[in-house]
Structures are given as C-alpha cells and as structure tokens.
C-alpha cells in the first residue's frame, strides 16, 4: 500500500494530461493500492491535517509513504 502526502509535486493532476499524473501511474502500477491525500498548492503545515486522513489500518510494515512538501514555502518567502 501506498500513502502520497504534499504537494502539486505529488498532486500534479491539474498540470499534467489525464492519466498521466502521480497518483493516475502509481494506481495503475500498485492495482489501485495507492491512496493520495496530497493537495497542490499545499505547505509543510498543511501536512499535519493530511495525517488526519490516512486510516489506522494503514499503520503497518508493508505501508510506504512518499512524501513531497516546501516547495511552495519557498515560493511564498
């Protein structure tokens, strides 16, 4: 199972054709086993409430989380 938090680098739906985004590739390569709760436009801060939603049943050795956050802290110095 995968778990992807951050950033448009993860949730880059809106800037790519369909299909062919982050989560579009992985869902395709992992069986529809990957879940993203990354969020474009998002903060190092706005990982905290991303947390919230992966469920406990996902806290376990076979869960990989990919992780993608800065970027637009940097943009917005």
Do not use: H, R, W
Request: net charge negative; glycine share 6%; hydrophobic share 35%.
């Amino acid at each position: 199972m995968y778990v992807l938090l951050g950033d448009s680098i993860i949730k880059n739906n809106s800037y790519v054709k369909n299909g062919k985004a982050v989560e579009d590739i992985l869902n395709e390569k992992t069986n529809k086993n990957t879940y993203c709760y990354a969020k474009d436009e998002s903060t190092i801060v706005d990982i905290y409430s991303q947390l919230d939603y992966i469920p406990s049943e996902f806290n376990k050795s076979s869960t990989a989380i990919f992780l993608s956050v800065g970027g637009n802290d940097i943009l917005n110095i």
